[in-house]
């Protein structure tokens, strides 16, 4: 148990430390996360590794098996429609008098040597004719759809600039727990003695939240609303040309900015922790933070389809309402100030 006059002399260490202090405070945490950074944009250069050759390749994946599953379905579908051709309607026989028949075929081909006219007289000749409700089908002809599978470079530098943006975001990730160390650190520069024990405590669960934010969106997220997208191609009957800085662009910044979406319920309680705001005020602006939210996932994602800004409004207004239900779970257990 905290005694008074120990509170007193926190209020008065916190107080002590000026506006100044802070900004250079401030300026070491990001000089101490952007070397953290360096070492792991290293880390994803390095040869035998290969992290940021395997990270585009795996980025590349979920649009080039989009790709393949849209031009492997209108293969399907042309195929299915040639067989239905084929098989539809009844096989009715047409016939032609031989002799006739022979007379014409003198006139394009005189060459040929074919029997006298004399000789076919009373003969007929008969060819199987199929018939649908369409019309009568001459020839059935089987469409080619040609799968393709890649994504499509117009500038020069364009795969330079994107393969750097990946190794610089995967970087980021490897260096995560550093750089989420030192933003937690600053967060406790200001702080009390006993609210420090909060960033020690949350910690660990900031850095899990956020891997599994990008997980999430890397295996999950990406594929579906691809595949949901290439639908609107395979409905109109276009096909799709996927270009490669704008899926990569897609890919890379969605991931980052669902890890740090998934930061909410943790500020939140976090907040909650050090009296800042409280349960019923969070429940008393939820409507102007679902809006906000909605706003923000407009922004943040590289998309501009309605379906990607949804997924990433949807998970935050959810992990709101986790938030939410964190704190009241938490009430009570609160270590004593006084």
Known sequence: MTSDNDLFLEEQSMVSMSFGEHIEELRLRLILALIGLFVGVLIVFIPPLDIGWRVMKNMEAPAKQALEDFYKAEYDKKTKEAEDARSEGPLLEASISADAFADEIRKIAPELKLPESESLAGKTISFPIKFRSAGLIRVVQTSTVQIDQSLVSLAPLETMTIFFMVCLVSGLVIASPWVFYQAWAFVAAGLYRHERSYVQKYLPFSIGLFLAGVALCFFLVLP??????????????????????????????????????????????????????????????????ILVMTIAAAVLTPGQDPFSMLLLACPMILLYELG??????????????G
């Open 224 to 289: 579906v609303t691809l595949s949901f997208l290439l639908q609107f191609n395979v409905w109109l009957g276009v096909a799709p040309t996927l270009r490669l800085s704008e899926w990569m662009g897609f890919a890379t910044i969605l991931p980052l900015i669902f890890g740090l979406a998934f930061q909410t319920p943790l500020v939140m309680l976090f907040l909650e922790r050090i009296g800042v705001l409280t349960v019923e005020d969070f429940r008393a602006k939820r409507k102007m933070a």
């Open 324 to 337: 939410i239900v964190m704190m009241v779970r938490n009430q009570g257990h609160a270590p004593a100030t």
